[in-house]
């Protein structure tokens, strides 16, 4: 299994950025998929879920209406559409796989800055 993200980087506040993660090793369009942060100093933070299956989603509410998660089962890619980006989203972003049998794979993580 293999998880690899891109995307971050520097963004004023207000602004928008997309997260990829390209996905292999598994059945990507059978498996629940996440979108985890870590802020600095702070512990990690479930960010956004999604059900590849059926594209059944959740989002934490500090994201809710911000945040877009989605997939393309044809490509094996989960993304993150993130948008009114605010300094308190400045963290490492992971993307991770929980895959059947219930093992978790994570993502080296990338680094998303909201700053002037």
């Known amino acids: 299994v293999q998880l690899v993200e891109s995307g971050g980087g520097l963004v004023q506040p207000g602004g928008s950025l997309r997260l990829s993660c390209a996905a292999s090793?598994?059945?990507?369009?059978?498996?629940?998929m996440h979108w985890v942060r870590q802020a600095p100093g702070k512990g990690l933070e479930w960010v956004s879920s999604?059900?590849?299956?059926?594209?059944?989603?959740n989002s934490a509410d500090s994201v809710k209406g911000r945040f877009t998660i989605s997939g393309v089962n044809t490509k094996n890619v989960l993304y993150l559409q993130m948008n009114s980006l605010k300094s308190e989203d400045t963290a490492l972003y992971y993307c991770?796989?929980?895959?059947?049998?219930?093992?978790?794979?994570w993502g080296q993580g990338t680094q998303v800055t909201v700053s002037s």
């Open positions: 999604i059900y590849t299956g059926d594209g059944d989603t």
């Open positions: 991770a796989a929980r895959v059947v049998g219930g093992t978790w794979y």
């Open positions: 090793g598994f059945t990507f369009s059978d498996t629940w």
